[in-house]
């Protein structure tokens, strides 16, 4: 089955930093999301992105669905930003929709 | 519109019993999704339905059953709890015309 793994694993950041948080995966794909968990456990949409590029205020994302990455940028992090980022693909044929293995942020004050 | 609407909130079992968790949709979306997620893990697919009728496995479907009673809602069934089904489950639907996925908050279920 398709394989989707997320790097780096762990990030500490001091608020104010930028980040970015990769997402790659091993075949073609109809849609790719970025989620943030938060501390809660809630899983929030952030970003539907099949291909090309997408802003949110201090979010933004980009996917190059050619070679199968996708790419999650976090502009002056806030300690809110903390939690637990996943990418998730929805595979081509079996509609199944597959999570990455995460990225889990924590930014200190 | 409540999106997608988990029940219960929280469960304690003991080993063997068993129970539904519910699962309930107003987007009148096609697909939909169970998932469990371990502690300091990611979410592991059970199973799925791509439409009303059809339910298909996922990566760990041993010791669940599933039934899309109709468009909006999709149950996920444990017929005798194991201490292994302590997770947190959250269940999903998709939308077949854009592909985005929207979650409910979850059922935090333990299994003593």
């Known amino acids: 089955g398709i394989q989707v793994e997320q790097s780096p694993p762990d990030l500490i950041l001091q608020e104010g930093a930028n980040s970015t948080l990769r997402c790659n995966f091993s075949d073609s794909v109809n849609n790719l999301q970025w989620f943030h968990q938060n501390p809660w456990g809630q899983l929030i949409n952030l970003f539907y992105i099949p291909s090309g590029t997408k802003q949110n205020g201090r979010l933004s994302a980009t996917t190059v669905a050619t070679e199968r990455y996708s790419l999650l940028y976090i502009s002056s992090s806030q300690t809110t930003d903390s939690g637990v980022y996943f990418c998730?693909?929805?595979?081509?044929?079996?509609?199944?929709?597959?999570f990455g293995t995460g990225t889990r942020l924590l930014v200190s004050p | 519109n409540a999106g997608v609407t988990q029940t219960p909130k929280f469960q304690v079992l003991k080993t063997g019993q068993s129970m539904t968790l519910q699962c309930a949709q107003d987007m009148n979306h096609n697909s939909m999704y169970w998932y469990r997620q371990d502690p300091g893990m990611g979410l592991r697919l059970i199973y799925y339905?791509?439409?009303?009728?059809?339910?298909d496995k996922g990566e760990v479907p041993n010791g669940y059953n599933v039934s899309r009673l109709n468009k909006r809602e999709f149950s996920l069934r444990l017929e005798s709890a194991a201490p292994s089904q302590t997770s947190v489950y959250f269940c999903a639907s998709r939308n077949h015309g854009t592909y985005e996925a929207f979650f409910g908050q979850g059922t935090r279920l333990t299994v003593v």
């Open positions: 339905s791509a439409s009303e009728g059809t339910t």
């Open positions: 998730a693909v929805v595979t081509r044929g079996f509609q199944k929709l597959v």
